[in-house]
């Protein structure tokens, strides 16, 4: 992205207790410097309780054009974890693989990382990616986006595939061949047709 603005993100950060003041939000402001040493513009965290506000934030993203936003909170299974039922209202497109991935890194570490319900997708032109609200949680997630993130913002935009090397050709006439054949046969060193020692009937 050299000689390009930055991607913008946002954090959004979905929690009840933490909109309520009742303890500060930690995973936010972990997700916005793991995102900023991304190379991306990053605004947030934004606390918002869980539910509707989520959906009103990331509705509010999407219209101002950000080119990705990443939660933290809300994931679970308790009766007040509902972000991915607003981020699914939001989406255009799901991209499973991302969300699967991210409840893969942790699972090889913690195994409730199962219950995580995070939601990955577009809507419009904007990546939504879900984390769970634990630092661990947005940790495994940023270890995730930080080997996708910038190509999968990329392939919203219009990006091409990257593709791979060719590889050399080793019919060309760089080619190392033993020697060319002539009307008899090849050839052994320096041109002398190749076969047993003339003088080895001298011997």
Excluded: C, F, W
Aim: hydrophobic share 35%.
């Amino acid at each position: 992205m050299s000689g390009s603005p930055a991607y913008r993100a946002l954090v959004v950060t979905a929690s009840n207790r933490a909109a309520a003041g009742v303890y500060p939000d930690k995973g936010g402001p972990l997700l916005v410097e793991g995102l900023t040493a991304l190379g991306l513009d990053v605004d947030g965290p934004r606390v918002v309780p869980d539910g509707d506000p989520v959906e009103s934030a990331l509705r509010e993203a999407v219209a101002a054009s950000y080119d990705v936003v990443v939660t933290t909170g809300g994931t679970g299974i308790s009766p007040t974890d509902h972000t991915p039922e607003a981020t699914s209202r939001v989406l255009d497109r799901e991209i499973p693989g991302i969300a699967e991935a991210i409840r893969a890194e942790g699972l090889a570490k913690v195994p409730t990382a199962a219950l995580s319900r995070g939601l990955a997708g577009v809507a419009g032109t904007t990546l939504i990616v879900n984390l769970p609200g634990s630092t661990g949680g947005v940790r495994d997630g940023l270890a995730v986006l930080g080997r996708i993130l910038l190509h999968a913002i990329e392939q919203i935009h219009g990006g091409d595939h990257p593709r791979p090397a060719d590889p050399p050709d080793t019919d060309g006439p760089s080619a190392t061949h033993t020697g060319p054949a002539g009307p008899t046969g090849p050839t052994g060193p320096a041109g002398r047709p190749a076969g047993p020692d003339p003088a080895g009937s001298a011997r």
